[in-house]
């Protein structure tokens, strides 16, 4: 196993380049499977969770061929449509491959993706969209076995999900009828996803509302189609530049897809200049104020923001809320951070009062997903002394070269062997 061993203390400054959004490379990657013509991707980062999900859509018989960073996925000879347990349990978007299997071959035997550190993850919406779709869904030995054909439905989410929402459109593009969704996820990755599937000839109207409505088509054809860049990565390194006081360019990232996360760090005055290719955060005059967040459905302030904004938090002096309202268990870090010498108070299972401290110290601390890991990341850079974050492959899962790129705009940190 890996860890980052880190010195804190150092300001951070230069251009950085924001990847290719992971929440919509893994959908994207995905709806390949709705055509037997080739699907090009660029703006792609080789995350683990893209690898994985690439070894998955191979065991399909998906062909998947690599060039710096773009990917061309053709489904030509897609062989079996079993999802195994050993990429769906590493990679919970696999489950997505539901959709597409059911609305192109009719047929899917797909694992459940089963629970993760923060929540339980639940997959009902997704299956009583499927069935709402005329699927006949059997869940047995902890697999999804789903049978079509499909028909156009009128579907209601109850609840926002950006995957059930992913899901059910991949199914419904192909599937012969009229099929609306009521309370689709607005998220730009769903965005991302929908643009391509446009591309790829599908009939979508209402996009952008809280009512889309899709004309079933016979085929999709290939395309082409350069990935959204990744928000939370560009919200993760805008909080490095206000915790170090430093000035970073974030090439390719888009302001608009960001508001909800711009808004607490202009607070504390950290200035944010969009330029045509990215956007110049300047936190050299920033001074830390505290504030309360509640994480919500987009537009609202994104659940994947949360983690790195608590550590920011645990040093704007006053007090600030922080309030999880997406998913059930999403505080992990925050005893790690604790760890650190942040003033944290865990109200119940989704808040958290925030007593902001002086300065952080470093210590060895453990990630236990992807976002609370990346938090821990963000305070060691500037806690005074030495941190080593472990279990960084939670990290890798999201955040492409994490340390090279850190490194690059002068931070002191290192890729370290470490025995747990
Ligand atoms: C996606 O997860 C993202 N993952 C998550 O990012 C992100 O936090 C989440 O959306 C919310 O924005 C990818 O895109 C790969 P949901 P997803 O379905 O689709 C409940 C990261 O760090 N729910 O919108 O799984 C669910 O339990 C990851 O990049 C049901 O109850 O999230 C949760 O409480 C973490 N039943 C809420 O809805 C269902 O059938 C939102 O989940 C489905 C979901």
């Known amino acids: 196993m890996y860890a980052f061993?880190?010195?804190?203390?150092?300001?951070?400054?230069?251009?950085?380049?924001?990847?290719?959004?992971k929440n919509a490379i893994l959908p994207i990657m995905i709806a390949a499977l709705l055509t037997k013509e080739p699907l090009e991707l660029s703006n792609i980062s080789y995350l683990s969770d893209v690898n994985t999900l690439s070894d998955l859509l191979k065991s399909m018989g998906m062909k998947i061929k690599s060039k710096k960073n773009s990917l061309i996925l053709t489904a030509d000879k897609i062989t079996n449509f079993h999802a195994d347990y050993n990429f769906v349990s590493k990679m919970r978007a696999s489950f997505w491959v539901l959709g597409p299997l059911l609305a192109r071959f009719g047929?899917?035997?797909?694992?459940?993706?089963?629970?993760?550190?923060?929540?339980?993850?639940?997959?009902?919406?997704?299956?009583?969209?499927?069935?709402?779709?005329g699927a006949e869904i059997k869940v047995e030995?902890?697999?999804?076995?789903?049978?079509?054909?499909?028909?156009?439905?009128?579907?209601?989410?109850?609840?926002?999900?950006?995957?059930?929402?992913?899901?059910?459109?991949?199914?419904?593009?192909?599937?012969?009828?009229?099929?609306?969704?009521?309370?689709?996820?607005?998220?730009?990755?769903?965005?991302?996803?929908i643009d391509v599937l446009v591309k790829m000839g599908a009939k979508i109207s209402g996009i952008g509302?809280?009512?889309?409505?899709?004309?079933?088509?016979?085929?999709?054809?290939?395309?082409?189609?350069?990935?959204?860049?990744?928000?939370?990565e560009a919200a993760t390194f805008a909080v490095a530049a206000a915790l170090t006081k430093g000035k970073i360019f974030l090439k390719g990232a888009k302001s608009n897809l960001m508001t909800a996360v711009i808004e607490p760090l202009k607070l504390s005055n950290v200035v944010f200049k969009e330029e045509k290719d990215g956007i110049l955060v300047d936190a050299t005059k920033a001074s830390l104020k505290s504030t309360s967040l509640t994480t919500s459905e987009y537009p609202g302030f994104p659940t994947d923001a949360q983690a790195p904004l608590s550590a920011l938090l645990s040093l704007a002096p006053g007090m600030s809320l922080i309030e999880e309202r997406i998913f059930e268990n999403r505080f992990m870090h925050i005893p790690e951070l604790k760890r650190m010498g942040a003033n944290i108070?865990?109200?119940?299972?989704?808040?958290?009062?925030?007593?902001?401290?002086?300065?952080?110290?470093?210590?060895?601390?453990?990630?236990?997903?992807?976002?609370?890991?990346?938090?821990?990341?963000?305070?060691?850079?500037?806690?005074?002394?030495?941190?080593?974050?472990?279990?960084?492959?939670?990290?890798?899962?999201?955040?492409?070269?994490?340390?090279?790129?850190?490194?690059?705009?002068?931070?002191?940190?290192?890729?370290?062997?470490?025995?747990?």
């Open 345 to 420: 108070t865990v109200l119940n299972n989704n808040a958290v009062l925030i007593t902001g401290v002086k300065n952080l110290s470093g210590a060895q601390v453990m990630s236990s997903d992807l976002r609370g890991g990346v938090s821990l990341v963000l305070a060691a850079l500037t806690a005074k002394g030495e941190s080593i974050v472990k279990r960084i492959y939670h990290i890798d899962r999201g955040y492409y070269q994490l340390e090279k790129k850190l490194t690059k705009l002068g931070a002191k940190i290192k890729r370290i062997k470490s025995k747990n």
């Open 107 to 133: 047929e899917a035997e797909v694992s459940l993706p089963g629970g993760c550190a923060i929540g339980t993850r639940p997959v009902d919406l997704y299956l009583n969209a499927l069935k709402e779709m």
């Open 141 to 193: 030995n902890g697999y999804v076995c789903a049978k079509g054909p499909l028909h156009g439905a009128d579907i209601f989410f109850p609840k926002v999900s950006v995957g059930a929402t992913h899901n059910t459109i991949m199914a419904a593009v192909l599937t012969k009828g009229t099929t609306t969704i009521h309370n689709p996820a607005l998220e730009p990755e769903v965005m991302d996803l």
């Open 209 to 232: 509302t809280k009512v889309l409505t899709i004309e079933g088509v016979d085929e999709l054809h290939g395309a082409k189609h350069n990935v959204v860049a990744d928000r939370i």
């Open 5 to 21: 061993k880190i010195q804190g203390g150092y300001q951070l400054k230069g251009e950085v380049e924001i990847n290719g959004a």
